[in-house]
């Protein structure tokens, strides 16, 4: 599913939602990762077994495993992963110098 996933690329991690543990964060079930992961949502009333979508930066690649910066770092299977946006690398620019006369 997600074969050219790439160091710097912004990825999508879908999770579901397990329980709301305060008024303004939320505790959800990432696929692949055996741990519990709480997020702030204070702009939805996200329900019990409703996806979610998490965005982040990859930022290790070790075969299989992915590792995406969700806030923390989260090490999940490549295949849960969507492509959001590619890293394209900065532009060179020419140099703010005056050319000599």
Known sequence: MAKGINIGDEVAITATVRRRVT????SVSIPSYGFPHSIVDRTSQAKKGQPMELI?????IDGD???VNLGVP?????D???LVTPYVPPK?????????T
């Open 80 to 82: 849960i992963l969507r």
């Open 92 to 100: 060179q620019k020419p140099p703010l110098v005056d050319k000599p």
């Open 65 to 67: 495993l992915v590792t």
């Open 23 to 26: 008024e303004d964060r939320v």
């Open 74 to 78: 989260v090490t999940v299977n490549m």
């Open 56 to 60: 982040g930066d990859v930022t290790h």
